[in-house]
């Protein structure tokens, strides 16, 4: 990795822990930027989980105000998130290669697609409040959860995303106490599938470090101040880098 390479990928966490804060689309930053520099898609993939760790915890810890009196919530959705990662980084360690490179540009585009209507998603939560919904998350809520983990466990990309969709619809609660929730979710996830990876896959530590100090610095800069960032320009900067992503894994 040279210098400018290094600087980029330092450059890039910064970018994702803001954003993963914020909307929940950091990976569509970090993993081209790691594809670019010659990364193979799987080691990126794990190199950019464990980066990304110290990020949500950072932005976690941004957002503590918000998760006062949500134990119980955090617990009974925790477990599943748990589990959930864990199971997609068995999956992303037992499946071959080629079906991640199968996989992968499907579900960019499916993480597109969940950040260019996540608009949309927080004015119909906001606008119904969550009505009628469980308060600490429903059987339904807890499978859609576990779902994701899997999902944020194999890949992540947007997951945050998918959280605030599903807990928007399924919880009775303000849009940015859930937010806090989605941001101890994604350092569960997150977190037992990199000590997964740790153990288990092939690793670029340099890689990890440099997205892990960036990512930690964007933590704490979406939880500060992310909320007067413009989304409408963060959502295209992601579209554009995600698009990009796509067509580089296909033309490989």
Known sequence: MTPWEGLAVLAA???????????????????????????????????????????????????????????????????????????????????????????????????????????????????????????????????????????GGYFGAAQGVLLLALMGMLLRDELQRMNAVKNVLAVIVNGVAALFFVFTASMDWLAALLVAVGSTIGGLIGARVGRKLPPTALRALIVVIGLAAVTKLLLA
């Open 13 to 151: 966490g910064v970018g994702a822990g803001t954003i993963n804060v914020i909307v929940g689309s950091g990976t569509l930053i970090t993993f081209p930027v790691l594809l670019a520099i010659g990364l193979p898609p799987v080691t990126a993939n794990v190199s950019n989980t464990l980066g990304l760790v110290p990020g949500s915890i950072s932005g976690a810890i941004g957002y503590r105000r918000e998760l006062v009196g949500q134990r119980r919530r955090l617990i009974r959705l925790g477990i599943p998130s748990l589990l959930g990662g864990l199971l997609g980084a068995y999956l992303l360690t037992q499946l071959p290669g080629k079906a991640f490179d199968a996989i992968v540009p499907v579900l960019i585009l499916l993480a597109l697609v969940l950040v260019v209507i996540q608009p949309r998603v927080a004015r119909a939560v906001a606008a119904r409040g969550g009505k009628g919904a469980h308060p600490d998350g429903s059987a339904l809520l807890i499978a859609g959860v576990f779902c994701s983990g899997v999902y």
